[in-house]
């Protein structure tokens, strides 16, 4: 079993940057493939970017090019989304995903944090 924990959400302007920061316990194997997802309301909830924990590789959804990274940290317990150039319509309820068995866009990871607000103003 994997737990996740999303945290470094908040307030930002347009142009501005944030890192949001998403922290796994539990059964840490390699073959742990983390995602970033966000939602608002109304809408279906979009896939971001996954990040692979064995090998570090990474994928990212079309609707953010080249604006959001994907990281871990050396102990491949912490895992980051930096957003940069922020955009108003980047405004969502931003979640960490975490699951063995797939690593993709599509949000039907098996272990979920809470969630975390990014709000980002004209």
């Known amino acids: 079993e994997l737990r996740v924990t999303e945290s470094g959400g908040g307030s930002a302007q347009a142009g501005g940057s944030l890192r949001l920061s998403c922290a796994l316990s539990g059964d840490l194997h390699d073959n742990v493939c983390v995602a970033w997802f966000r939602q608002t309301p109304g809408k279906e909830r979009e896939g971001i970017a996954t990040?692979?924990?064995?090998?570090?590789?990474?994928t990212y959804s079309a609707s953010v090019p080249g604006r959001f990274n994907i990281s871990q940290d050396n102990a491949k317990k912490t895992l980051y989304l930096q957003m940069n150039s922020l955009k108003p319509e980047d405004t969502a309820m931003y979640y960490c995903?975490?699951?063995?068995?797939?690593?993709?866009?599509?949000?039907?990871?098996?272990?979920w944090g809470q969630g975390t607000q990014v709000n980002v103003s004209s």
């Open positions: 990040i692979y924990r064995g090998d570090g590789s990474t």
């Open positions: 995903a975490a699951d063995t068995a797939r690593c993709w866009l599509r949000p039907d990871f098996k272990y």
